[in-house]
C-alpha cells in the first residue's frame, strides 16, 4: 500500500483476526492484531448487529485501535458508513508523537509533538456538527460548528480558537523561526464555501501584540481577489513584525 505515489510502500502484516456473534445482542465482536511496516497494531470491539451489516446502515461501534503508541477510541453510531453520513459518535486520539503517527500516511510535514485529541460528531441541518479540543504539544485547541461532509467537505462554518505558553513551538512547526516566546492566542470564526475562504473577528494575540482580521481569501496559490480588513495594535514592533 501507498499513502501516496511518491511515497515508501507501506507492508501490512495481519497475525490474528477474528469475529464473533453475540446471540443476545447480535453485536459482532472483533479482535485482531499485527504490523503495519515495523510497528505493532491491534483492533478489539464491536462493530455493529449482524443485521445492521448486513443492510449497511446504522452501526454502532465501539472500537479501541492502536498502531505503535497512537490509540484511538470510536463510540457511537453512524448512519451511512461508506459515505460517513450521518454520524452520532465521539471518538479519542492521542500518542507521544504525531510527526511519527501519521508520518508515514500524511505527505505534509507534521508536528513532532506529544497529541490528544477528542471530538463529538452529531447530525445537524446543514451536515455534521463538529465539538473538538485537544492538545498539541504546548497548545490547547478547540473546534465548534458544522461541516457539510466528512468524506468530501466543501462547506464548512466553524470557530476555532488555539492559546499556549510560547508561540515559538508553532513557529517551529511551520519552520518559521520569526514567532518570539511569548505568550499566544489565537480565537475566531473560519468559513469556507465555493473554494474560498472567509475570516470573521479572527484575532491573532502573541505577547502584548494582537492582529484582527476580517474578510475573504482569494484561491490560493497566489490569494487573487483577496479583501481582508486588518486591524494591528501593541506597544512592540519586534513583535508586530514576529506575526
Known amino acids: 500500500y501507498r499513502s501516496a505515489p511518491e511515497a515508501e510502500p507501506l507492508a501490512l502484516g495481519v497475525e490474528r483476526?477474528?469475529?464473533?456473534?453475540?446471540?443476545?445482542?447480535?453485536?459482532?465482536?472483533?479482535?485482531?492484531?499485527?504490523?503495519?511496516?515495523?510497528?505493532?497494531?491491534?483492533?478489539?470491539?464491536?462493530?455493529?448487529?449482524?443485521?445492521?451489516?448486513?443492510?449497511?446502515?446504522?452501526?454502532?461501534?465501539?472500537?479501541?485501535?492502536?498502531?505503535?503508541?497512537?490509540?484511538?477510541?470510536?463510540?457511537?453510531?453512524?448512519?451511512?458508513?461508506?459515505?460517513?453520513?450521518?454520524?452520532d459518535v465521539e471518538v479519542r486520539v492521542e500518542g507521544p508523537d504525531l510527526a511519527a503517527a501519521l508520518g508515514r500516511f500524511v505527505p505534509h510535514s507534521v508536528p513532532a509533538a506529544p497529541f490528544r485529541f477528542h471530538a463529538r460528531l452529531s447530525p445537524a441541518e446543514n451536515g455534521v456538527a463538529v465539538d473538538g479540543d485537544g492538545h498539541l504539544g504546548g497548545v490547547a485547541l478547540t473546534a465548534r460548528g458544522v461541516v457539510d461532509s466528512l468524506r468530501d467537505p466543501e462547506v464548512l462554518d466553524l470557530e476555532l480558537a488555539a492559546k499556549g505558553a510560547d508561540a515559538s513551538e508553532v513557529g517551529s512547526w511551520l519552520g518559521s523561526k520569526a514567532l518570539l516566546r511569548r505568550e499566544f492566542e489565537l480565537t475566531g470564526r473560519f468559513r469556507r464555501e465555493s473554494g474560498r475562504l472567509a475570516v470573521d473577528g479572527v484575532r491573532v494575540r502573541v505577547g502584548a501584540t494582537t492582529v484582527e482580521a476580517t474578510g475573504e481569501l482569494g484561491a490560493p496559490p497566489r490569494l487573487v481577489g483577496t479583501d481582508l480588513e486588518l486591524r494591528a495594535s501593541g506597544p512592540d514592533l519586534t513583535e508586530l513584525a514576529s506575526l
Open 17 to 87: 483476526i477474528a469475529a464473533s456473534l453475540d446471540s443476545d445482542s447480535r453485536m459482532i465482536d472483533l479482535d485482531g492484531n499485527g504490523r503495519l511496516d515495523a510497528e505493532p497494531w491491534s483492533l478489539s470491539g464491536r462493530i455493529g448487529t449482524l443485521e445492521a451489516i448486513r443492510a449497511g446502515h446504522d452501526l454502532e461501534q465501539a472500537l479501541t485501535a492502536t498502531l505503535g503508541d497512537l490509540k484511538v477510541d470510536l463510540h457511537g453510531r453512524v448512519r451511512d458508513p461508506l459515505a460517513l453520513g450521518g454520524p
